[in-house]
């Protein structure tokens, strides 16, 4: 059974930086796709980016150019490194991974079958 544990999130101030990580446990090889999602309250729960066994393949357009998606698979670890962080950053993050070869890799929740019990990411002055 995999199991994903968030952890860096926090309260930081507009312009400021985080880094989340997302310890896999319980993977026992073969193709891996990993992802952040994000949801505010009282928005709908949105892919943040995405990673396919070391390949990059998405960001959603809000955060092009400030966050980073990264995969240290000796450590099984994902990371979210957060620059010139907004207000609108503002949301509970979640880890999710499924580790179907035949199931796409991208944006939508609906892929995922295994998901972190979230960390929640505060921006404000």
């Known amino acids: 059974q995999v199991q994903l544990v968030e952890s860096g999130g926090g309260s930081v101030q507009p312009g400021g930086s985080l880094r989340l990580s997302c310890a896999v446990s319980?993977?026992?090889?073969?193709?891996?796709?990993m992802a952040w999602f994000r949801q505010a309250p009282g928005k709908e729960r949105e892919g943040v980016a995405v990673?396919?066994?070391?390949?990059?393949?998405y960001y959603a357009d809000s955060v092009k150019g400030r966050f980073t998606i990264s995969q240290d698979n000796a450590q099984n670890t994902v990371y979210l490194q957060m620059n010139s962080l907004k207000a609108e950053d503002t949301a509970m993050y979640y880890c999710?991974?499924?580790?179907?070869?035949?199931?796409?890799?991208?944006?939508?929740?609906?892929?995922?079958?295994?998901w972190g019990q979230g960390t929640q990411v505060t921006v404000s002055s």
């Open positions: 999710a991974a499924h580790t179907l070869s035949w199931r796409p890799c991208g944006p939508l929740s609906d892929y995922y079958v295994y």
């Open positions: 319980g993977y026992t090889g073969g193709s891996t796709c």
């Open positions: 990673i396919s066994t070391g390949v990059i393949t």
